[in-house]
C-alpha cells in the first residue's frame, strides 16, 4: 500500500530555515516524480517544487532560491530544505507522488 | 506560467442532481508525446486533496463512475452525476504539462 508520512512542520520566526520530511512506504520514492503542494489558510493549492525521478527539478517564483527539493534513496524519504522564511510561508505542505497519492499534510507557521 | 481558471467558483446542487465544473488554461494542455496533462482533484474538508481523473478523462483507482471529465486543448469540463453528500467540497483542475505547474482557483460544491 502507498503511504506517504509528512513530518517537520513547526513555528518558526521570518528568516528562519526549516526541513520538512516525507517517509515514503509502498513503492520507490527515486522512481517516481514527486512534488510539494503547498495550501496558505483558506486559500488554494500552490505547486512549489517537483522532482522528477531523473533528478530534475523545477521550482514555483514564490519559493525559487530559498526552498531545495531532495531525496534520500537510502531512506525512501522526499525533503523540502526551507530557508529565509516569510510570514506569506506560513501554510500546509503536503508531499505528492505526482498526482494520485497525498501525504497528510504538515503545517508551518512563520510567525514573529 | 500557464493561468487555469474555473466556473463557477461556487456550486449549489440538490441531491441527485448533476453538476458540472468547467477548467480552462491559458495554453494548450496537449504535449507533444500526444498526452493532454489535465488533472481534477477533491479535497473535502479538513482533508487532504484526492485524485479523481488524469490526463482529461480518466479516472483514477477506486473512483466512481459517477465522475467524467471531458474537453480537448484548453477547455475542460468535469461532470458528477448523481451528487451525494460524499461529493461535497472544493474541486481543483491542475495542467502539468509545462513548470510551474498550476492549479485553478477552486470550485466549491455543497448541497442545496
Known amino acids: 500500500e502507498v503511504q506517504l508520512v509528512d513530518s517537520g512542520g513547526d513555528l518558526v520566526q521570518p528568516g528562519e530555515s526549516l526541513r520538512l520530511s516525507c517517509t515514503a512506504s509502498g513503492f520507490t520514492v527515486s522512481n517516481n516524480s514527486m512534488a510539494w503542494v503547498r495550501q496558505a489558510p483558506g486559500k488554494g493549492l500552490e505547486c512549489i517544487s517537483v522532482?522528477?525521478?531523473?533528478?530534475?527539478?523545477s521550482y514555483g517564483d514564490s519559493v525559487k532560491g530559498r526552498f531545495t527539493i531532495s531525496r534520500d534513496t537510502f531512506k525512501n524519504t522526499l525533503y523540502l530544505q526551507m530557508n529565509s522564511l516569510r510570514t506569506e510561508d506560513t501554510a500546509v505542505y503536503y508531499c505528492v507522488r505526482t498526482w494520485g497519492y497525498w501525504g497528510q499534510g504538515n503545517l508551518v507557521t512563520v510567525s514573529a | 506560467d500557464i493561468v487555469m481558471t474555473q466556473t463557477p467558483l461556487s456550486l449549489s446542487v440538490t441531491p441527485g442532481q448533476s453538476a458540472s465544473i468547467s477548467c480552462k488554461s491559458s495554453?494548450?494542455?496537449?504535449?507533444?508525446?500526444?498526452?493532454?496533462?489535465l488533472y481534477w482533484f477533491l479535497q473535502r474538508a479538513g482533508q487532504s486533496p484526492q485524485l479523481l481523473i488524469y490526463e482529461i478523462s480518466k479516472r483514477f483507482s477506486g473512483v466512481p463512475d459517477r465522475f467524467t471529465g471531458s474537453g480537448s486543448g484548453t477547455d475542460f469540463t468535469l461532470k458528477i452525476s448523481r451528487v451525494g453528500a460524499e461529493d461535497v467540497g472544493v474541486y481543483y483542475c491542475?495542467?502539468?504539462?509545462?513548470?510551474?505547474?498550476?492549479f485553478g482557483p477552486g470550485t466549491k460544491v455543497d448541497l442545496k
Open positions: 495554453q494548450s494542455l496537449l504535449h507533444s508525446d500526444g498526452t493532454t496533462y
Open positions: 491542475l495542467q502539468s504539462i509545462q513548470p510551474p505547474f498550476t
Open positions: 522532482m522528477y525521478s531523473g533528478g530534475t527539478t
